[in-house]
């Protein structure tokens, strides 16, 4: 029976080369991305801030 040595190659050096660096350029640049200042959300905050209302309904003449 004969003996090889069958390595299968499937990437070149070269390919081996970029494929690390692509994925530690992505990785490090996946984990730094959560930088960004997370704004937190007010219970029964008002939808409209500057709102004059200007009518004459008359649920609002009762109520106001």
Known sequence: MR???FEPNLLGKRQ???LVVFMTVFSISGFSGN???KTTQVKNAPVFTKFVYQGEDQV???FS
């Open 3 to 5: 003996n090889t040595n």
């Open 16 to 18: 081996t080369v970029l």
């Open 35 to 37: 930088t960004k200042k």
């Open 60 to 62: 609002y003449k009762d």
